[in-house]
Every structure is written in C-alpha cells, then in structure tokens.
C-alpha cells in the first residue's frame, strides 16, 4: 500500500503554484527563543510525503523532518495509537509499570539482533548520552574517554556536542566536559594512536548524517570492531538518523556484517513523537543498576505507543526493502540531473553533491519555491531523505522539480548553504550542516 492511498495525499499532480516562499515568517512578538534561522514558510499540515503551509501552498516532503517522518506525514495507524494512548494513559514516571513499552523494546532487541536491553530517552542526544554514560560505567573509574570521529554529529547537550566532531560548534560553550578524544574519518590508524587504558568506547556512524551523507563502509567498520575487540571496549554505534529501515537495513550498521555494543537511535521511531533508545548487549547493559540512569519522561506510553504502532506498519510494509528499491530509484535520476556531479548514501538517505560553481543554498530556497522540501547538508551537496513509503510517482515528480531548478541560471556557490534557512554550513575538519540535528 503506497502513502498516498493511506493518507488521502494526492497521487499524482504538480506541487500547487504559490508566491515565492523566502523570506521570515515568524509571527510579530514571537517570544520564541531564536537558536534557528527565520523560516522560510511555516507548515501548518502534512500527509503523506505533502506538506501545506499557512497560504495553502502545497510542497513535496523530501526531508521527512530531518529523517523523522519516514512514514510520512499524518499517518492514520500512529494518529490513531497516540490518540486512543491520550484517552488511556499518558503519563506516571518510571517509577511505576506502564505499557507498551515492553513491546516496543523486544521489538527493537529483535530487530538489532537480540541479547540486549533497551533504555527510552526522548531524542537522540539523550540516548547517546545514555550510550556516554553507559561506556563509562562499564569502563570504570579512569577508563572514561569516549572517541569519535570528525564530521560526525551526536546531539547538541554538552557531552553530546563534544562527542560531535565538529570544532567551530565547540568554541561558543568552552569548557566542554572532559572525556572526548576525535579523530579523522575512516582512518582506522588514527584510531588505534588515539586508544589508550583511558578510552571506554568508540562511538561512531555507520553513515555520517549531518556531515554530509557519508558511509563507513564494511572494511572499516568491520576494523572498528577489531580495534575495540582488542582494546576491551565499547563500539557504540549512532543510528539516530540511520536506523529502522532508511537504509535498506533496520540499522545501518547490518550492512558491514558487524555487531556494536551499543546502539542509538531515535528520529524515525516515533515517526515525529518525540522518543529515543539505546540498545546494548546484556553484558554492557548489566553495567548499569537502579539509580545509575534515568529520564522523567522516558519510554511514557504516549511515546511508546506511537513507537509501537510505527514499528508495527514498518514490518507489515518491510520498510527497508522499499527504502532500498525506491533508494535505487531516487539515485538512478539524481545521477541524470543537470548540475549533479555525483551520488551518495544508502537507501533512502542520499546526498547529491552539485557541480562546481553551484551552491547548495540557492538550490535548496529555488526547490521550495518551487514546491519541493530538501535541504543543504554542506554547501555544495543536497540531502534527500523522502518518507520510506515514498511511491514512484513523487520520487519522479520531485526529479522533475529539481531538474527544472538546477537548469535555472544564477545559481552559483556564492550564497552557499548558508543562504539557505533550511540548512548551512560552518566551519572545522570535514563538512558540517548548522541546522540542528
């Protein structure tokens, strides 16, 4: 069953012909904090991969909330589980049992591979601080560094943001909390220096997110795991934005053959309720006893219910078989477009980097003009992260939209992302997006 048929979005048709959409849209006395850049429009309702926004203008969803909404907008099963959730029970802290909380963490342990236990948390950040913690405890007084790898992106808390290897983001909250060592990408030499009786865990991407679509591939990944082997530690892997199903795999890491310690996800889990997991194997879970770790909202069965019911229609419509047929697709005509110089990524999280001369801002603010959601991941590649029930006539309609604006004069590298309020750039070893993760 398409998105489409499920929601009542339109199946076909070009996006509705609006005014141009740049420019502020933050109501007069808005007394919200600004930490983002003036939207560009403001979206009041979604269904399916279609958005509209507060003129009636309708737009093809091609960024799914940052990879959240991967099955789409509005979807009938999730709004029905939260809305009978909110009628039940909505809150009453861990202190207590709720439901369906058990359900949802089986469901993940399955799907990783078994043999481990689930923490709830309410985003990404917070699971891998649990994952930070969690490396910790195990490791033990002194053995509590955790190293990552540049260009990567693990959340915006303290630790997290020190985790993140992304220097220019660090500068503006020095001193950061201690206990993070970074080194390059892909460098399994680096790595091994960089491992000393201090360090507890790696924790790293399978695919680099946020700094630019990137994957680990399977002979490094699977040299991560020799390394930790080795050295008794922690291989913690983040699938915030990877995970269930976007790349062709539950999680992304099942690509490279390999088995973490820890896993991280969160995003696509409540397909836009706020929830977050970490997942560890019994022997680094049993590491952590009561009062070690804790959320007041974490795992609360509004949350869970959503997650229950998204995990659900995952494995009725086996989302990452259709995140790898319509990855296929979505590539295929990337590689066909004016302007495209090359293709990367994994499924149905995909990156186009444009040829020289073109910036990805001006081409990301021409797109949502012209109907079209994606947004600037560095600023000269465009990512593209459609819901995972995406049909084949929107992945085609969106083709057309970028085709027409990537044929259109004057978009050149001088605005680069930052022009764009859907995402930018900044500084530091490897490219980076300024739009919060």
């Known amino acids: 069953m398409t998105e489409a048929s499920e929601t009542g979005a339109p199946e076909s048709g070009p996006p509705t012909a609006g005014a141009p959409t740049n420019g502020a849209t933050e109501p007069a006395g808005s007394r ?26 309708r737009y093809l969803d091609f960024l799914s909330g940052l990879a959240v909404t991967s099955l789409g907008h509005s979807h009938p099963a999730v ?45 990404g950040a917070e699971a891998n601080e649990c994952a930070i913690k969690l490396a910790r405890k195990w490791g033990g007084r002194g053995r509590h560094v955790v190293t990552s790898t540049y260009g990567s992106f693990h959340g915006r808390t303290l630790a997290t943001l020190h985790a993140t290897g992304q220097p220019s983001k660090h500068e503006a909250f ?29 924790l790293i991407e399978a695919v680099q997110g946020e700094g630019g679509v990137n994957p680990a591939g399977p002979e490094y990944f699977a040299g991560v795991r020799r390394l930790c082997d080795e050295h ?12 269930l199903g976007r ?43 009561p009062g070690d770790h804790a959320t007041t909202f974490g795992g609360q069965p509004l949350a869970t219910a959503a997650a229950r019911a998204v995990l659900a229609v995952m494995e009725a419509e086996d989302a990452p078989a259709r995140a790898a047929a319509q990855g296929a697709r979505l590539v295929a005509g990337l590689q066909n477009l004016p302007g495209v110089a090359t293709v990367r990524g994994m499924g149905l999280l995909v990156a186009a980097e444009l040829e020289e001369g073109k910036g990805a801002g001006p081409v990301v603010a021409a797109a949502l003009d012209a109907g079209l959601v994606v947004n600037a991941v560095t600023p000269t590649a465009l990512r593209l992260a459609p819901s995972l029930l995406v049909s084949d006539d929107e992945i ?36 980076s997006s300024s739009a919060p993760d």
């Open 32 to 57: 919200i904090m600004r930490t983002y850049p003036d939207p560009p429009v403001t979206f009041v309702r979604g269904a399916g991969s279609w958005l509209w926004d507060d003129a009636g203008k």
């Open 79 to 123: 709004a029905e589980a939260v809305c009978s959730q909110a009628r039940t029970l909505v809150h009453v802290s861990n202190l207590f049992g709720t439901e369906p909380g058990h359900d949802v963490a089986a469901t993940l342990d399955r799907l990783v591979g078994g043999g481990g236990r689930v923490f709830f948390a309410n985003s």
């Open 174 to 202: 020095q001193p950061l909390p201690e206990g993070f060592r970074h080194v390059a990408w892909r460098d399994l030499d680096a790595l091994d220096r960089a491992i000393d009786p201090s360090v507890a865990g790696v």
């Open 232 to 243: 008794h530690i922690l291989m913690m892997v983040d699938e915030v934005q990877t995970g």
């Open 247 to 289: 790349t062709g795999r539950w999680f992304a890491h099942q690509h490279y053959g390999v088995r973490p310690d820890v896993v991280t996800m969160a995003k696509a889990l409540g397909n836009g309720v706020p929830i977050g997991a970490c997942w560890a194997a019994d022997e680094a879970a049993q590491a952590f006893v």
């Open 396 to 431: 085609d309609q969106a083709l057309a939209i970028l085709a027409m604006v990537l044929r259109a004069p004057g978009l050149s590298s001088s605005g680069g992302a930052g022009s764009s309020s859907l995402g930018g750039s900044s500084g530091g070893p490897g490219p």
